[in-house]
């Protein structure tokens, strides 16, 4: 695996726990009246569709012409069965917690059909997929597929915006369908289409990448304080922070040491998405009355669920069948995506 794309899916692994440790938090003790406390919560917000778009590069510079012929049945035995295994426990989960055993069956078909737990981005990277099968499989161009892409994603999302009532018994069209991340796969698909001309140029060009975070972070600034304070990751306003962030870690990824911290959470990363939330459930009670104040328990909770998540990882993936549950954890050598040696 690049190293680059080792940093990108650790960075964005650790803020998305980071993200769930304040929610957690926030359900024991409620939100601190801190400023811009909410704010910091929206930047984290950028974690999940940039994992998204890391999937997309992965997807668009291994399989630029075709996906092989084994590409559904790996991807359905080692993704969509852990879906499925953390949907079974997702449900067990919230059925004990809150007590209504009744509601299992229900909660059980809702994770499964509308993705209604945190491994909902998983059918989102399918129905990607599929966009990628049909965009190679017809030559798509990508002069008119990237604005059209944006601008129907901008389209969707506004919509959801302005026709709020539409939602409420079915909130997962606020997320699930792939028009509401299709931007993100433009995004994606001709990174990684042209990675090796693209890496090269941002590596050159590397202190550039930092300013490019400083405007996008001061637009999103700009429109939380214009009253734009809802924290989730579909806002469009973090559309240009996440592609800030993706470039300068893809940047900055080749320049740093292959840190073998950053491995090791790169090849969890899968596991740790589904495992983390069902550890902080339990475990937010506890570190938020042992610790008095926001700061300690936010990072109390981060820490100890990412280290009883990995835990949890080790143990199951040495079950025969550990990898259909958290999927794969041990990444061999990708001999098939070569790439020019980066110079300064």
């Not at 129907?152 to 028009?179: G, H, S």
């Not at 840190?259 to 902080?280: C, E, S, T």
Request: overall charge positive; glycine content about 4%.
């Amino acid at each position: 695996m690049i190293k680059e794309w080792n940093l990108l899916r650790a960075v964005t692994c650790l803020c998305i726990v980071f993200l769930h440790s304040t929610t957690q938090t926030a359900s024991i003790v409620s939100y601190p009246e801190i400023e811009y406390y909410q704010f910091f919560r929206i930047l984290l917000c950028f974690a999940t569709p940039t994992f998204i778009v890391l999937s997309v590069i992965i997807l668009a510079n291994r399989y630029s012409e075709k996906l092989p012929s084994n590409f559904w049945e790996s991807r359905f035995k080692f993704i969509f069965l852990p879906f499925l295994s953390f949907a079974l426990i997702d449900a067990l989960v919230v059925s004990y917690s809150t007590n209504t055993g009744t509601y299992f069956a229900v909660k059980l078909l809702k994770n499964i059909m509308t993705g209604s737990f945190e491994g909902w981005f998983i059918l989102v990277i399918f129905q990607f997929y599929f966009l990628h099968f049909l965009v190679t499989k017809y030559k798509v161009s990508m002069a008119w597929l990237v604005p059209a892409s944006i601008l129907i994603m901008l389209w969707y999302l506004n919509w959801m915006e302005n026709n709020p009532d539409i939602f409420l018994d079915f909130n997962y069209i606020l997320k699930l369908p792939f028009l509401a991340w299709v931007g993100y796969f433009a995004l994606g698909y001709i990174i990684g289409k042209n990675y090796t001309v693209i890496s090269q140029k941002l590596f050159k060009h590397r202190w550039a990448t930092l300013l490019y975070i400083g405007v996008s972070f001061s637009l999103v600034f700009l429109s939380y304080e214009a009253g734009n304070t809802l924290v989730y990751s579909r806002r469009f306003d973090l559309f240009p922070f996440v592609l800030s962030v993706t470039c300068a870690l893809i940047a900055w990824g080749q320049a740093i040491p292959n840190f073998k911290v950053v491995k090791m959470l790169n090849d969890n990363a899968f596991g740790i998405f589904l495992v983390h939330w069902q550890v902080q459930v339990f475990l937010a009670p506890i570190t938020a009355n042992y610790f008095q104040h926001t700061s300690t328990r936010v990072v109390a909770l981060f820490i100890f669920s990412l280290l009883i998540s990995l835990i949890v990882i080790r143990l199951i993936s040495l079950l025969p069948f550990g990898e259909y549950i958290v999927g794969k954890t041990k990444k061999k050598a990708q001999n098939d995506i070569k790439l020019e040696p980066i110079t300064t």
